[in-house]
């Protein structure tokens, strides 16, 4: 049995985020996967082009050594576009045997938690794959309303309405009555008390504090204590402001506190987060900057009890690799999600391997056009779970035709 590939394409566009989709063809036959948003990943198609024709999809662990040996000296974007290649054939293959994707790896978990990620009292603006914000002009161009990356400590982001502690508590009620049983805010906020001084430090002041402790106490009282809450710090503050603001969140009983501090980006520094997990209440979560397992087995001394890959940046291989190490040291599996349906799905079909499963993310709630592009056309989350079906390969196609109404140069 062989399933040679024949051709393989790549289209890059803006969402909400930038999302980068992936197909991988044997003859007529195709399967679709999807890459993290990075720079330049539409470039990179000649070259990985070159790298797969030829080869029979069904010897997939030798494809992604080959892309990675060959992408070694290209730093870790490269990481996302052989993410998403790995889906794409994944989904070719599971098309070809005419099973989910879920069964041919082994999952026994059909039905998957989603926690909503709620950004703030409304939903995240566009952002493109530098993490500038966008405008999108007609569903189709996008233009960059600012050349500040939105995370970090170079913000421009003034208090509004939006991070008022009434916007905070209405938007987790209406996520509620969806039937989300898990929900993450955006806490890196501006306050009524900003000081772009203290930010550029990664420091908060006692009033800022104590306003992200009513927010957080507010959504506590009106959500009661059956709903999971999270918070999203995005590697925004220095090592003291975290210990304050974790000691000062304790009482509410956060299911987990995420990326506190710069120590998860470039070069990890995970001793970092060794001095805050060990003195924080709260589990840490971390793991979207993440590559490789191997990456999360050195994780492990820095005693963070929760993990966060992201499936469009690891693929599925090295996603499940990650996956039993979670198991074996008992782990918790919430995996961060910022992609299309594609990426959606992939990662819910992966997580059905998980021992530790918490929650994965969904991160489009309030994109329109979310359900849209994909067929058959069917509401993807219902009551904040997802249900993994007998539909061969991830379940869910690309609908390009669909597409075309956002995208009038999608030439997948």
Same mark, same amino acid.
């Given at each position: ?29 195709y ?18 082009k070159?790298l ?14 080959k ?41 026994? =978990? ?24 966008? !405008? ?9 309303r ?17 991070? !008022? ?25 501006p306050?009524?008390?900003?000081n772009?001084? =203290?930010?550029r ?7 800022? $504090? ?13 959500i ?18 975290v210990?304050?603001l ?16 710069p120590?998860?980006?470039g ?11 060990? =003195? ?26 929760v ?5 469009a ?6 996603? =499940?690799?990650?996956i ?19 990426a ?30 994909v067929r058959?056309k ?7 779970? $997802? ?26």
């Open positions: 049995m062989e399933l040679k590939i024949t051709d393989f394409k790549v289209f890059t566009t803006q969402a909400n985020f930038e999302w980068t989709f992936v197909k991988v063809y044997s003859k007529d036959l399967g679709v996967g999807e890459a993290g948003p990075a720079p330049g990943l539409k470039g990179m198609e000649s070259e990985f070159q797969l024709l030829g080869e029979d999809a069904f010897k997939i662990n030798r494809i992604e050594q892309l990675r040996y060959a992408t070694l000296y290209s730093g870790s974007t490269t990481h996302h576009l052989v993410a998403g290649t790995i889906i794409a054939i994944y989904d070719l293959i599971t098309k070809y045997l005419n099973i989910p994707l879920y069964k041919f790896l082994g999952g026994d =978990r059909d039905e998957i938690r989603v926690y909503a990620d709620a950004h703030a009292g409304n939903g995240l603006e566009a952002i493109n794959s530098l993490l500038l914000p966008v !405008s999108l002009c007609d569903n189709k161009h996008a233009e960059i600012s050349n500040i990356p939105i995370s970090g400590r170079l913000t421009e982001d003034k208090w509004e309405k939006e991070y !008022s502690v009434e916007a905070f508590v209405k938007r987790a009620k209406d996520l509620v009555n969806e039937g989300y049983t898990a929900i993450k805010f955006d806490l890196d906020i306050t009524p008390y900003l772009l001084g =203290r930010i430090v990664g420091d908060l002041s006692l009033k800022d $504090i104590d306003f992200m402790i009513e927010i957080i106490k507010a959504i506590r009282d009106s009661g204590n059956e709903i999971d809450l999270m918070v999203d710090l995005h590697w925004r503050y220095n090592l003291n402001t210990l304050r974790c000691k000062a969140l304790s009482p509410y009983r956060l299911r987990w506190i995420e990326d506190p501090t120590a998860s980006i070069l990890s520094n995970f001793d970092e987060l060794r001095i805050i997990a060990e =003195r924080c209440n709260t589990p840490i979560a971390i793991g979207e900057t993440l590559y490789s397992y191997q990456q999360f087995k050195d994780l492990i001394p820095s005693k963070i009890l993990w966060t890959p992201d499936i940046k690891t693929g599925i291989i090295e996603g =499940r690799r990650i039993e190490l979670a198991s074996m040291y008992d782990i918790e599996f919430s995996p961060h999600n910022i992609g299309s349906p594609i959606t799905m992939a990662t819910a079909h992966l997580s059905s391997l998980s021992n530790t499963l918490g929650a994965m993310e969904f991160h489009a709630h309030d994109l329109p056009f979310w359900n849209e592009i058959p069917k509401r993807i989350i219902d009551h904040g779970f $997802i249900k993994l079906n007998d539909e061969p390969g991830l379940g869910i196609d690309l609908d390009t035709d669909a597409a075309k109404k956002y995208w009038d140069d999608i030439d997948l």
